[in-house]
């Protein structure tokens, strides 16, 4: 017999997509924190305005950190960076498994709800 | 970096026990070591993402979480947490120090436990929370039995998140104890589901919070690493020993370290040019 989603199935995916996006993104953390100190020889926090991150919004800094670390290029700034980007996509994850849940299962009402936070959060990360 | 992850470390043990959550403890300390506020603020909305996550994980997953109620209360606060960023991007550092020692004040509210009830009785359903299926079950291990809830009010409980939203994004905390308070009081979650689907909510607001900040370049990942680190380390130890201590020592840690961190703030507020 073919079994249907059920509420216990989304609560498992979410908790998942939460446990391991924060346990990679902080393994990354770690070992850009120590990949930092082995390059520079230093731990000190850079501040300088240069440095922040942004670029052309959250996506296409997404974009271009996972295409860098593809080609290979494994600089401490750039593991961190990947920690990071990792992190914030974690929360936006759990909201793109919930519209395909609630779509799935034909609750309308929560595909406009979850489909809004998705659009905001979309809408924000773009911005510039 | 090496300070930063001991302050952090030792900030999320003190938010786990105190209830207040890390990024309450870590700004003030950071801004005191001359972390510029705003700096501090954003790294911190990011860090908050790690901690509430982490935990997060295994409520829903024990399903005491209510997930529905979470995304039709995130709908407000992201908002919320989104203008309450682009406020900060924008306006002067020395208002960020009053507002931060007005929040922290607001907090002693918090002590009053005898507002909690930890299983609301008879909540009488009105028609709109019913429409969003705002009900349910979870199986309560202290209590040894399935408890069964209804929520009530959705349509006032909205609002008052945004303000929640607002304040988390603007300071960079998570607001947790503020939420807990509108889920008890006006929504009447019993108390579990209330603090586990706060905790749930957070990390989607700090989302919102934090591409304003990653947009407005007040992003610097070599604060950030260490202290998401730093606060989920210390969150997790400090969960571990909150239930060995009496409930007088942590009220007393309370009262100590959010009166010393609204006379920092308000210190660097009155200082600051």
Redesign the interface.
């Known amino acids: 017999m073919k079994r249907k989603f059920g509420e216990e199935d989304l609560d498992l995916v979410i908790s998942y997509i939460l446990i391991l996006g924060v346990l990679a993104s902080l393994a990354l953390e770690t070992i850009g924190i120590i990949s930092y100190y082995s390059v520079n020889r230093t731990l000190t926090i850079n501040l300088q305005p240069n440095s922040a991150l942004s670029g052309a919004g959250f996506f296409s800094y997404a974009g271009s950190i996972i295409h860098g670390t593809l080609v290979g290029v494994w600089a401490p700034f750039e593991i961190l960076g990947l920690g990071i980007i990792l992190l914030m996509i974690t929360p936006y994850m759990r909201v793109v498994a919930s519209v395909v849940y609630f779509s799935l299962t034909k609750n309308t009402k929560y595909v406009f709800i979850t489909l809004f936070v998705l659009t905001i959060l979309t809408a924000s990360l773009l911005v510039h | 970096?090496?300070t930063?992850l001991v302050i952090s470390i030792i900030a999320g043990l003190l938010g786990a026990l105190t209830g207040l959550g890390g990024g309450s403890i870590m700004i003030p300390v950071l801004v005191g070591f001359g972390?510029?506020v705003k700096?501090a603020i954003a790294a911190s909305m990011?860090t908050i993402?790690?901690t509430s996550?982490?935990s997060?994980?295994?409520y829903?997953?024990e399903?005491i979480?209510h997930?529905?109620a979470a995304?039709?209360l995130?709908?407000f606060t992201?908002?919320g947490a989104?203008i309450g960023a682009t406020i900060t991007s924008y306006i002067a550092p020395r208002f960020l120090y009053f507002f931060f020692a007005a929040f922290l004040l607001t907090s002693f509210y918090g002590l009053s436990g005898h507002l909690r009830q930890e299983f609301p009785k008879r909540v009488k359903q009105d028609r709109f929370s019913k429409?969003?299926?705002l009900g349910g079950s979870y199986y309560d291990q202290a209590a040894g039995r399935k408890v069964n809830y209804k929520m009530k009010n959705a349509l006032l409980g909205g609002p008052g998140m945004m303000v929640a939203g607002l304040a988390a994004g603007m300071l960079g905390i998570g607001a947790g104890a503020f939420k807990v308070s509108i889920h008890e009081l006006i929504l009447k979650m019993p108390a579990k589901v209330s603090s586990t689907t706060s905790n749930f909510i957070i990390?989607?607001t700090?989302?919102?919070g934090?591409?304003?900040y990653?947009?407005?370049?007040?992003?610097?990942?070599?604060?950030?690493?260490?202290m998401?680190?730093g606060a989920?380390v210390g969150a997790l130890s400090g969960g571990r020993i909150l239930n060995r201590l009496p409930n007088r020592t942590i009220r007393y840690l309370f009262l100590i370290i959010v009166t010393a961190l609204i006379v920092q703030m308000l210190y660097e507020g009155l200082t600051s040019p």
């Open positions: 970096m090496l930063v972390v510029p700096y990011v993402i790690a996550s982490g997060a994980a295994s829903v997953r399903r979480t997930v529905k995304f039709y995130e709908m992201i908002v989104i429409w969003l299926e990390g989607i700090a989302l919102a934090a591409s304003v990653f947009a407005s370049g007040l992003f610097f990942v070599t604060l950030a690493a260490p998401a680190v989920t």
